[in-house]
């Protein structure tokens, strides 16, 4: 392995500033732009993601605005389980999907723009991520009362990083990429695929335009046939219920255990917490339904498990759980909404069971069985896939970071996104705020 340097944190940077936050709505004085919370940095190089908009101040604007290669840094925020510190590098595709609007980080975070002729932001971007995995983040996490925040002053003072010379860095970075553009490519699909389901769902039982409706009778405008029941009658329901937390581990003795949306992920849980005594199950294929708020989100059991009381699991009488699911997700779109338009910040199993909807015919259903059902074995196998590539990358990403897994001699080639990038943040001028 060729020399490493030691690199103080502020000599990577020529310029870093904080963000804004802004106004709801338009003033003068002020221009729209895409916001980046904290919240959103998982999925910010995402096509599907979501993000604020709000009104900033011209001038501010034209000091804060984003481009490609910037890294968005928390400084505030955070949980009891995850310190502040967390970062998001900006892609090219961000800026594409955003324009014409500019975009800023939001006022908890700030921008570390980079010297581009010495670092690689993709290198620099995954040794953050190494760093705050490995619990050195935590160091500058502070919590007093209210907002834990990150101390960004005292990181940078005292932070020094071993870097190696840019070739190396792109190489090391090139391989992390790959990863991740197909974890992304997967999510898209997913993404995709999930919508499909979902629209096909919306098209036969709630637009009324299933195979066959052309010859079909309606009475009030309804098929005929389609009468109003109970969910109760049509599914059983467990509810879950928490034993004591001295049961509980992370070291995989007993069931996996899950208490509510904190551990929810694209479709399946993400498993932490074991139970090692028993208690309320979840079957495989069972569908988890948060009945605390946000009442009315829903996962899919991957398998057996243990279900605390914000969760309740959820199965067709008859095992047609794709559509039960299907069903599930567009009644509860509204989260916090049952029955009539209440809202509720927990539900029970009566409520549950007293929840009006149609009993569709058997033959229907078992036709959007049959279709659904392909969409999310695809949808299944893609989250497993993602799962796979995620975990691959965390195991190479410390030994990369480090260069205890040598790249010098490796004929790489880049990723087409780390190229587009490289491109874009080799003809940008410098900044000269640090």
Same mark, same amino acid.
């Given at each position: ?17 904080? &963000?804004e936050?802004g ?5 003068v004085? !002020?221009?729209?732009? +895409? ?5 959103? *940095? ?10 604020? !908009?709000r009104?900033?101040k011209?001038h ?7 481009r490609?290669?910037?890294?968005v840094?928390?400084?505030?925020g955070?949980?009891?389980? $995850? ?8 892609r090219p ?7 014409p #609007?500019?975009?800023?980080?939001a ?8 010297d581009?002729?010495? @670092? ?11 760093? !705050? ?6 160091? @500058? ?14 990181f940078k003072?005292h932070?020094v ?22 974890i ?5 699909r ?25 010859n079909t009778r @309606? ?5 005929? &046939? ?10 059983k ?12 581990n ?6 996996p @255990?899950? $208490?509510?949306?904190? =551990?929810?992920?694209e479709r399946f ?13 979840a079957s495989?294929?069972d ?7 946000p ?10 498990m ?9 199965? !067709? ?32 199993k009566?409520?549950l069971?007293? *929840?009006? +909807? ?8 078992? $036709? ?12 299944d196998?893609l ?6 590539? =995620? ?7 410390p030994? #990369?970071?480090?260069g205890k ?7 790489i ?6 190229q ?15």
């Open positions: 392995m060729k020399e490493w340097n030691e690199v103080p944190f502020a000599g990577l940077l020529v310029e870093s500033r904080d &963000g936050w106004k709801g709505k338009p003033e004085g !002020h221009s729209e732009a +895409v916001v980046i919370r904290g919240t959103d *940095f998982s999925g910010v190089n995402n096509p599907s993601q979501n993000l604020p !908009h009104w900033i011209n501010l604007i034209e000091r804060k605005k984003l490609p290669g910037d890294i840094f928390e400084i505030a955070g949980t009891s389980t $995850q310190s502040t510190g967390r970062s998001a590098l900006l595709g961000f800026f594409d999907r955003n324009a #609007l500019p975009a800023i980080c006022s908890f975070s700030r921008h570390l723009r980079l581009t002729s010495r @670092f690689s932001p993709e290198f620099v971007y995954y040794l953050l991520q190494s760093l !705050h995995r490995s619990g050195y983040m935590g160091v @500058f996490h502070i919590q007093h009362t209210g907002v834990a925040r990150f101390q960004y002053s005292s003072k932070t990083l071993n870097i190696p010379e840019l070739p190396a860095q792109r190489k090391i970075a090139a391989i992390l990429t790959a990863y991740d553009d197909l992304e490519v997967n999510k898209c997913i993404a995709l695929l999930e919508k499909m389901a979902e629209e096909l769902y919306r098209e036969w039982f709630v637009r009324m335009r299933f195979p066959g409706h052309q @309606f009475v009030k405008g309804v098929p005929k &046939g389609w009468v109003e029941t109970q969910l109760g009658k049509i599914a329901f467990t509810m879950g219920q928490s034993p004591k937390s001295e049961f509980y992370e070291s995989g003795d007993g069931l @255990f899950h $208490q509510g949306v904190g =551990t929810y992920g849980p993400n498993t932490v917490t074991y139970c090692s005594v028993d208690g309320r199950r495989k294929g569908i988890l339904f948060s009945v605390r708020a009442v009315g989100r829903l996962n899919i059991a991957d398998r057996e243990i279900i605390g009381r914000g969760l309740a699991a959820i199965r !067709h009488n008859e095992g047609k759980n794709v559509y039960l699911y299907y069903l599930l997700k567009t009644v509860f779109s509204q989260e916090d909404i049952i029955g009539n338009g209440a809202i509720f910040n927990s539900v029970g009566d409520e069971s007293r *929840f009006a +909807v149609y009993g569709h015919p058997e033959v229907l259903i078992d $036709q959007f069985e049959e279709v659904a059902g392909h969409i999310d074995n695809q949808i196998c989250i497993r896939s993602t799962r796979f590539l =995620t975990k691959t990358r965390d195991l190479l990403l030994r #990369l970071i480090s897994l040598s790249v010098e001699d490796l004929d080639q880049f990723p087409p996104s780390m587009k990038g490289m491109l874009e943040t080799e003809t940008q001028p410098e900044s000269s705020h640090a």
